[in-house]
């Protein structure tokens, strides 16, 4: 049986899949979001939401989200939540498995907060690509000024 070229997904809609898979690991009880590093076509880390190694993540806390508790909306005091976003945890991957990201792509779930801008563009990574929007207009300003565009995929 021949697969027609057609019914392939472009490069695109592959990598964010597998954001989309990567996010079904996040912790979080508020929002799953995935992030995947592609250099040159090839995967070199994979990030979700979630609490640092060896902490206990909301779901397992009495009480749960901090965040939630407080009435805190998305996009706003991110200093509060015990875990930190896919973006984050993308390049801490890369790092720890000594993988450069300079040049790179990211591809995720939602758009980056202000937060993981900053990380991102220090990080070199050159292209953003995501699936939905986040409540964060400087992240989208900062981005810009650093001369990196965020991509809607299907726009």
Not at 71 to 89: D, F, T, Y
Request: aromatic share 4%; proline share 3%; net charge negative.
């Amino acid at each position: 049986m021949k697969i027609k070229v057609d019914d392939r997904p472009t490069w695109d809609e592959y990598f964010m899949e597998m954001a989309e898979v990567t996010a079904k690991r996040s912790t979080c009880l508020r929002r799953h979001v995935g992030a995947v590093i592609v250099q040159d076509k090839h995967i070199i880390a994979t990030g979700y939401n979630g609490a640092p190694r060896g902490i206990e993540h909301c779901g397992e806390r009495e009480g749960g989200c901090l965040r939630e508790q407080l009435g805190i909306p998305s996009g706003e005091k991110h200093e509060l939540c015990r875990a930190l976003h896919a973006e984050q945890n993308a390049i801490i991957q890369a790092a720890t498995l000594g993988q450069s990201v300079e040049g790179a792509t990211i591809y995720v779930t939602n758009q980056p907060c202000v937060i993981c801008a900053k990380m991102l563009i220090n990080a070199g990574i050159e292209k953003i690509i995501v699936k939905e929007g986040y409540p964060d207009e400087l992240a989208v300003e900062i981005l810009e000024e650093a001369g990196i565009k965020i991509v809607m995929l299907g726009e």
